[in-house]
């Protein structure tokens, strides 16, 4: 063992700690503030602290954000915190200035949910604040993040050296064990995030190391005072670290029992009972005088030991719960240990790769299961641990919805010596070297902030004059009195069903406006009278992450958002891009003038071309597809009719077909003969009455044009329809021809109508 660490190894164990603690930073810096998983509760009960100098009660008095549930929590994490800020906060200029404005919560938000990119965020957040060296209780987050991010560097080092303990004969289980809890994604994130769960896994690893030291070398006054200890303080951390007492009371009597197997006949079996009684009565003193004072402050204050039931009153609680229930929710547990990263998650089946880890481990500890024999204290001891953390995290999951697996992580130390240990058998046989695993687990490690965490949070780009930008397309409006919009960027006007399109506005701060406004981006269908929404985003400014309220006085804000087309549409058409702005609270909508001119409640940017789905060349229902189609020009063509012959007007749908680009807005002109082929009506517009202009065609469009004619008087009964295109601005008709290349008398078609 002792060759095993030598300076090279010493070193590459000093390299593991430097790679994740260097990992946990860039988890910390990414992790967008206060998004982590309660972490607002954990850092205003530090604030709390700091301010007031007491323990806090629930529920809290103080307005919102406040450390909410969380003020129930054994204080040990939140008060060391709290020190080490006091600590730096003069020589990294630290102050909570800021620390009672609210974090408002995103009504549009979509936390959890997979593949979404606006509206990620849950809470509102100030964007200068968040840009390094960052500013007021932001700077002070990370500060207290990177706490925690030592103590995750403790945890690395204490599953090293508790699982080198625990198996001797096998030093790579020691290094896979490390490494595979160094690049655990979501130990990560908890490790760059402000919680409790970081000090209470840290200790409870280093009370095992000690726990199996006492196994290996046998009861010591010395080591069973610092297991009291160590206990106590877990206890402080999270009560799930009061676990550990029993743990200990179990191991004292079976480290006794394992010195007399090694020496026989070396003491009296009632000399081993009031030595393992004497230890007890140590472990539980200490224990009680570090952790005794919490659970009377818990009874004294809330009429409950733990704290508990005050915390499930602010909590909701499960409805049903059942054995089924929890089996279902265990694939959830097991992503959820590997990392969920708060809002945002790694694709589906992303969490599939970690099975090559799990099974190999597990198949190990089996293929190798008759020289685990000979370390059977040690498995022993790591089980049981195991057991009694997942007895703690079934008893809360059956009360409260969380399958977390980071509630599971003061159990890293058995599940990574575990799986360490039976990855080591294959190494061992040479199968694969240990590091064959360790470094993908490191590159994945290393990719997930950057490419599953950063890109949802697209925050906007802030600048402090209006020169700095230039719009594609420049644009002189303004929404009430405090919002300029100075244009858009658009890459594309014509699109397809199921496709996506980025789309960027600027925004000119006047002054900071007094509500958090919601932008609504919508696509409405250009036809007249129709006020069907093709697309309709409501977000707040920032792609959710900068709200009206945050803004300064002089902002201009660069807007950037990517929409998602439907993957049905009905018929190709136009559709109006358009943007407003609305309080959420009322539906009131903020006026807007173009030019000084007021223009209503929206601002229009453009027209885009959305293909249909499918359009194929099936005649579309009421479509009588025509014997050959009729081509007008060098670029439309009429593929079918359909007519509807009511008693005061003429249902009228018009199958077109694109065959070429045009440059013009063509008119169609439908006339009404009667049977003597006299003009009776005309009822010329263009497509879509004007939803769909001719100049935004593309070929192999299939074009719906529906439109209603007024019936004549009975004496003028109309017996034929003619069809056909013309220039407004010339009055000269297409051409049109038939499929035989004859072109037709006026240009026009001739439909009879079927009664």
């Not at 694939?331 to 090559?356: D, N, Q």
């Not at 293929?367 to 024999?373: I, N, T, V």
């Not at 950057?450 to 949070?457: D, T």
């Amino acid at each position: 063992m002792r060759d095993w660490m030598s300076w090279p190894h010493r070193l590459a164990l000093v390299g593991l700690l430097v790679s994740f603690l260097l990992l946990a930073s860039v988890y910390n810096v990414i992790s967008t503030p206060f998004e982590a998983p309660d972490e607002v509760g954990h850092f205003y009960y530090v604030v709390y602290l700091l301010r007031n100098r007491r323990l806090p009660v629930v529920p809290a008095s103080l307005p919102p954000p406040n450390y909410e549930h969380e003020g129930v929590q054994p204080p040990l994490y939140y008060a060391s915190a709290a020190l080490l800020v006091h600590a730096l906060s003069a020589p990294l200029q630290l102050d909570l200035e800021d620390v009672n404005v609210p974090l408002e919560g995103n009504p549009h938000s979509i936390c959890g949910r997979p593949g979404g990119r606006q509206n990620v965020a849950y809470f509102s957040h100030d964007l200068r604040a968040m840009r390094f060296p960052y500013q007021g209780r932001v700077r002070v987050l990370h500060v207290v993040r990177l706490w925690s991010s030592l103590l995750g560097v403790a945890t690395v080092a204490g599953v090293f050296a508790a699982v080198r303990l625990a198996f001797p004969n096998s030093p790579a289980a020691a290094w896979l064990a490390a490494g595979t809890t160094a690049f655990t994604p979501g130990f990560l994130f908890t490790a760059g995030a402000a919680s409790n769960d970081n000090l209470v896994t840290a200790l409870t690893t280093w009370t095992l190391y000690l726990v199996l030291r006492l196994l290996r070398d046998g009861l010591h006054w010395s080591r069973t005072l610092a297991l009291g200890l160590l206990a106590g303080l877990a206890a402080l951390s999270k009560f799930s670290g009061a676990l550990l007492l029993p743990l200990i009371l179990l191991v004292i009597p079976l480290a006794v029992a394992l010195r007399q197997t090694k020496q026989p006949g070396r003491r009296s079996p009632i000399s081993d009972w009031r030595s393992v009684i004497g230890h007890w009565s140590l472990v539980v003193s200490v224990f009680a005088l570090i952790a005794g004072w919490w659970l009377l402050r818990n009874w004294m204050i809330y009429g409950d030991l733990t704290g508990t039931r005050p915390m499930l009153e602010m909590l909701p609680l499960r409805k049903e719960m059942s054995v089924g229930v929890l089996i279902r929710e265990f694939p959830g547990l097991f992503r959820s240990w590997w990392g969920t990263l708060g809002c945002t998650a790694p694709p589906a089946g992303f969490h599939l790769l970690y099975l090559a880890p799990v099974l190999g481990g597990l198949a190990g500890l089996v293929a190798d299961r008759h020289q685990l024999r000979r370390d059977w204290p040690q498995v022993g001891v790591l089980m049981v641990w195991l057991a009694l953390m997942s007895i703690a995290y079934v008893r809360w999951n059956w009360v409260i919805h969380a399958a977390k697996g980071r509630l599971l992580y003061p159990a890293m130390v058995s599940v990574a010596g575990l799986l360490g240990r039976g990855l080591a058998t294959w190494h061992a046989r040479r199968r694969w070297p240990a590091v064959g695993l360790l470094v993908p687990l490191a590159l994945i490690a290393t990719v997930i902030p950057f490419a599953v965490m950063a890109p949802p949070f697209f925050f906007p780009l802030v600048y402090d004059h209006v020169s700095d930008v230039h719009p594609q397309h420049p644009f002189t409006g303004r929404f009430g009195s405090d919002i300029d919009f100075l244009g858009y960027d658009l890459d594309g006007t014509s699109f397809e069903a199921g496709d996506q399109f980025d789309l960027t506005l600027y925004w000119h701060a006047l002054a900071r406006p007094q509500e958090h406004y919601t932008l609504a981006i919508q696509l409405v269908s250009a036809v007249p009278g129709e006020t069907d929404l093709l697309v309709n985003l409501n977000t707040w400014p920032g792609g959710g992450y900068y709200p009206t309220w945050n803004w300064h006085p002089g902002d201009v804000i660069v807007d950037r958002y990517r929409l998602q087309l439907p993957d049905t549409v009905v018929r190709t058409q136009a559709w109006y891009l358009q943007v407003l702005f609305f309080d959420a609270d009322d539906g009131t909508r903020l006026p807007v003038t173009v030019g000084d001119q007021p223009v209503g409640e929206f601002a229009v940017l453009t027209s885009l071309r959305v293909g249909a789905t499918n359009p194929g060349d099936l005649s579309p229902p009421g479509v009588d597809r025509l014997a050959a189609p009729i081509r007008f020009g060098e670029a439309l063509a009429l593929d079918g009719v359909g007519t509807t012959l009511g008693y005061e007007a003429l249902g009228l749908t018009l199958w077109w077909r694109s065959i070429a680009p045009v440059d013009e807005d063509y008119i169609v002109f439908v006339h009404l003969y009667d049977a003597e082929g006299q003009l009776v009506v005309t009822a010329d517009a263009p497509p879509l009455a004007g939803g769909f202009p001719t100049s935004m065609w593309q070929p192999g469009d299939r074009v719906l044009d529906e439109r209603i004619v007024p019936r004549p008087t009975e004496d003028e009964d109309p017996f034929q329809l003619g069809i056909g295109w013309y220039d407004p601005d010339t009055g000269v008709r297409l051409e049109a021809v038939t499929a035989d290349g004859g072109r037709l008398s006026e240009d026009t078609a001739v439909i009879p109508l079927v009664r």
